[in-house]
């Protein structure tokens, strides 16, 4: 039945693609509020694994009120009127009254703060299970800002509920592998919260910049697994302009036309989709540390080649469109031919008046296997408490929940909030789905293992000189802090199986 679904998936996007080549134009998606979801046949709207009458019980799942303007709202009292709300409302009811259960999204505020209402969120969880008054069922935990509320057995292991289906793919089964350690998972990622695809790195580009100059969309180029660092760098050349301005000096007024507006972040975000890890796994997800190898001082020495300053090539800030000089501001503006960022930017780009489209990030070379896009690791996961004591009716709960958000929700969200509301075009709807199947995440960043290490390679990179030279060095003066701590994690984890 899953298969069934995936092709079901595909078809659509083919569809799209073919009516977007017809007449040998693109065919923009309209920009409606409100649209059906996609039909389903009655074999697919089966959930596939076995249910049962919960006996009308509330089941509680705490949440935030908003997180960086991602989409994470688990319920509604009532219907909207805007489609994602209502598939979201419509799910839940279904599920309700399939399983005989009431969902209740218990909202904490401050969300919006960044780390206060993150670490608020983990220390309500922890309050609940010290006090043993089973306050919440379950639980969206930024564990980033709290690792103790895993590291310190606040939370159960996932793996150990069977009604769980982490690794199927309805849920974000890469990302769930990749946080999997010693047969351990203590927080989950899936469609039933939308974070970890709202803050997966991807690239968009200025569609009417590359018609100016003549280069061809680099759609074909990622179906073909030819979309690497190399390539992006010839674009990013070919663009980088002073446009009369004296030097590439940033200035609100100025004219000059830079290759990427990048977010002072996205060399962790280039470095992953090179497939680059600072750790190797063995059997059952354990983790050793080989800080990368080879592959990562290629992927710096290529990533710091496309991001130099001097001549254009990336202008690098972390303000949104509320400074007429930060990154997403300047790709408004048709100042800058790509931007990297979160998938959540394309929606804020919405006012855009040129056409642009999506693409993952570029891989190390050909040979690479696939693609990878990083989720941000401030993400909130799925966590249940540990004194959570019907863990069984926990398990199908979120897993029927999640699977009904893939089957019904998840399509919505590719077309409504992505195509019609953010991006232009149906290749873009296609890269979408690259995109998500291609997520993956750092466990030493969630937990801050590597976190030092990683933002000291950061800053080598974007210090838009384009020399990587002192990588050893830096590699070399963090090994023991990340060793110590990665064993601490992998200790207290091993203590709470």
């Not at 309700?96 to 969880?125: H, K, M, P, Y």
């Amino acid at each position: 039945m899953l298969r069934k679904r995936s092709l079901s998936l595909i078809l659509l996007f083919s569809l799209l693609l073919t009516a977007a080549s017809c007449g040998g134009t693109e065919t923009p998606v309209n920009d409606n509020s409100q649209t059906d979801a996609p039909d389903t046949t009655e074999e697919e709207a089966a959930y596939p694994y076995p249910t049962r009458d919960l006996g009308g019980r509330t089941f509680k799942v705490l949440n935030l009120d908003e997180q960086y303007g991602c989409y994470i709202r688990l319920d509604f009292e009532e219907q909207t009127g805007e489609a994602l709300d209502d598939a979201v409302y419509n799910r839940n009811r279904r599920v309700e009254d399939r399983l005989n259960f009431r969902l209740e999204e218990v909202i904490l505020s401050g969300g919006a703060a960044w780390s206060t209402g993150q670490i608020a969120a983990c220390d309500a969880l922890i309050q609940s299970v010290m006090a043993d008054d089973d306050a919440y069922d379950a639980a969206y935990s930024p564990v980033f800002f709290k690792p103790a509320v895993v590291t310190d057995g606040y939370v159960v292991n996932l793996l150990d509920i069977p009604e769980l289906h982490l690794y199927d793919e309805y849920w974000d089964a890469v990302v769930n592998t990749e946080m999997t350690v010693d047969g351990s998972l203590y927080t989950a990622s899936g469609p039933l919260n939308f974070m970890a695809l709202d803050l997966s790195w991807a690239l968009l580009f200025n569609q009417d910049m590359m018609d100016d100059h003549k280069m061809e969309y680099p759609y074909q180029l990622v179906r073909d697994g030819k979309w690497t660092l190399d390539k992006m760098n010839e674009y990013v050349e070919a663009a980088a302009n002073l446009n009369g301005d004296e030097s590439f000096a940033i200035d609100a007024d100025g004219k000059c036309v830079y290759g990427i507006a990048g977010h002072y972040t996205s060399p962790v975000a280039f470095w992953m989709a090179a497939d680059v890890d600072l750790y190797e796994r063995g059997k059952n997800g354990s983790l050793s540390l080989t800080y990368g190898g080879e592959r990562l001082h290629t992927a710096l020495e290529k990533i710091a080649k496309m991001c130099t300053t001097a001549d254009g090539k990336i202008y690098f800030n972390n303000d949104d469109l509320s400074n007429p000089i930060g990154y997403m501001s300047l790709f408004a503006a048709d100042r800058a031919l790509f931007l990297t960022c979160e998938l959540k930017s394309a929606m804020q780009e919405r006012a855009m008046e040129s056409t642009f489209g999506l693409v993952p990030m570029p891989k190390l070379d050909e040979s690479q296997e696939r693609y990878r896009s990083l989720v941000t690791y401030t993400t909130e996961f799925l966590t249940i408490p540990k004194t959570q004591d019907k863990l069984s009716d926990a398990g199908l709960i979120l897993d029927a929940l999640t699977y009904e958000s893939w089957r019904d929700v998840l399509p919505v969200y590719y077309d409504i909030t992505v195509s019609q509301k953010g991006l232009r075009n149906a290749e873009s709807i296609e890269m979408m789905q690259i995109l998500r199947d291609s997520r993956s995440i750092d466990f030493t960043r969630v937990f801050p293992i590597a976190t030092d290490l990683g933002e000291a390679l950061r800053t080598l990179v974007s210090d838009g000189t384009g020399d990587v030279s002192g990588a050893a060095s830096v590699i070399e003066s963090n090994k023991s802090a990340v060793e110590a701590e990665l064993q601490k994690v992998l200790d207290a984890m091993k203590k709470n199986q």
